[in-house]
Antibody, heavy 120, light 110 residues
């Protein structure tokens, strides 16, 4: 079965960077687009960006341009999301979500989420 | 890209039907048939309930249905059940080749 397994919780200081991983299994890694979505405590879902693991092309939400970098490693079937210049407002659960193409332009598989806490 | 507009909360009694609206613009909801809906229980990952405005993934109850008119999409849940109590989010593909979510709607089953 399709699984997206993310790295563990992180605590970072303001100004630092965080890198969250998402390891895929149960399908051919390069055939699903991977999105990153975050959810601040008690808040709604926010789309951050998308990466095509086949080739590594990306598209980021405008508000994260210049601060987010998404990469993929086909040798380990892992996608990474790095967010820099962290501030307290970046405290959130960060989730990867797979777009298989069966459900067009939708997120049909989700990782378990990674809590990133930004605090001095 | 502004978030899509959803009501903050809706409620209904078991067996009833409810509808959640999701309003965007011609650059997102109105411009593409790529609206999807997600159910999220507390502490859990979102679950895809509807895609392409009105299609249900395998395994999703046919009590869930979607539609769209102009810049507004809707999710209808019929025959409400206690386990339907959750947060619901709409999402749309946009003209910038990005995605946008709605602010979310808390469904309470009375």
């Amino acid at each position: 079965q399709v699984q997206l397994v993310q790295s563990g919780a992180e605590v970072k200081k303001p100004g630092a960077s965080v890198k969250v991983s998402c390891t895929a299994s149960g399908y051919t890694f390069t055939t699903y687009y991977i999105h990153w979505v975050r959810q601040a405590p008690g808040q709604g879902l926010e789309w951050m960006g998308i990466i095509n693991p086949s080739g590594g092309s990306t598209n980021y939400a405008q508000r994260f341009q210049g601060r987010v970098t998404m990469t993929s490693d086909t040798s380990t079937s892992t996608v990474y999301m790095e967010l820099s210049s962290l501030r307290s407002e970046d405290t959130a659960v960060y989730s990867c979500a797979g777009e298989s193409g069966v459900a067009t332009k939708a997120f049909d598989y989700w990782g378990q989420g990674t809590l990133v806490t930004v605090s001095s | 890209q502004s978030a899509l507009t959803q009501p903050a909360s809706v409620s209904g009694s078991p067996g009833q039907s409810i509808t959640i609206s999701c309003t965007g613009t011609s650059s997102d909801v109105g411009g593409y048939n790529y609206v999807s809906w997600y159910q999220q229980h507390p502490g859990k990952a979102p679950k895809l309930m509807i895609y392409d405005v009105s299609k249900r993934p395998s395994g999703v109850s046919n009590r869930f249905s979607g539609s769209k008119s102009g810049n507004t999409a809707s999710l209808t849940i019929s025959g409400l059940q206690a386990e339907d109590e959750a947060d619901y989010y709409c999402s749309s593909y946009t003209s910038s080749s990005t995605w946008v979510f709605g602010g979310g709607t808390k469904l309470t089953v009375l």
